[in-house]
């Protein structure tokens, strides 16, 4: 799993997040909703007092909208304010944050991107890092964001992870499957 955000939402909030986006989309806006759907992500993370207040079954739905009202109502765009309208009436204001996940994820995936983890052996330098992502990008014919791990336990090498499929090109990997074939064939 790439350390992205791939997948740590429910099903429930991937359907609002694909809702928005399309919605997003008639609005040539995809790029704008999506920082601003971060934007309330981070509020939530860093005041977990809003967080509560949002997801709080003991909040009613109008003193909720009161509180959207005072603290977001013009200071959003007009799609985000009437969709925090809808997820007031749904009781799913408490899914913000997953809605946002699985809508970035959403976003890169209509825009071709994909993230990448590489473990190396040792840090690349820039250069070296930069050439990867050009091959990875190249292979994958997506635009790669690519996560530099450092492990030194690989030997040399690199172990690529592209969302649920692993490459693995370590040298540790190569000696062990060496030294499986060789055991193999062994004489008994």
Request: overall charge neutral; aromatic content about 4%.
């Amino acid at each position: 799993m790439a350390h992205g955000t791939k997948g740590n939402y429910s099903p429930t909030a991937a359907s609002y997040a694909r809702a928005l986006l399309e919605m997003a989309n008639e609005q040539q806006q995809p790029a704008p909703i999506g920082d601003e759907l971060r934007d309330l992500k981070s509020l939530m993370k860093d005041d977990p007092d809003v967080r509560q207040f949002l997801a709080s079954p003991a909040v009613g739905t109008a003193e909720r909208l009161g509180v959207l009202q005072q603290a977001f109502k013009g200071k959003v765009s007009p799609l985000m304010w009437n969709f925090l309208g809808v997820l007031n009436q749904k009781g799913r204001l408490g899914l913000l944050d997953q809605i946002a996940d699985a809508y970035a994820d959403q976003l890169d995936e209509q825009l071709g991107k994909v993230e990448v983890d590489v473990t190396v052996a040792q840090r690349l330098g820039d250069d070296q890092l930069a050439e990867g992502r050009r091959r990875v990008s190249e292979a994958l014919k997506r635009d790669a964001t690519v996560h530099q791990f450092v492990d030194d336990g690989i030997i040399g090498g690199m172990v690529l992870r592209v969302g649920d499929k692993l490459i693995d090109a370590s040298v540790r990997y190569q000696l062990q499957a060496m030294r499986d074939r060789l055991l193999s064939a062994r004489p008994r």
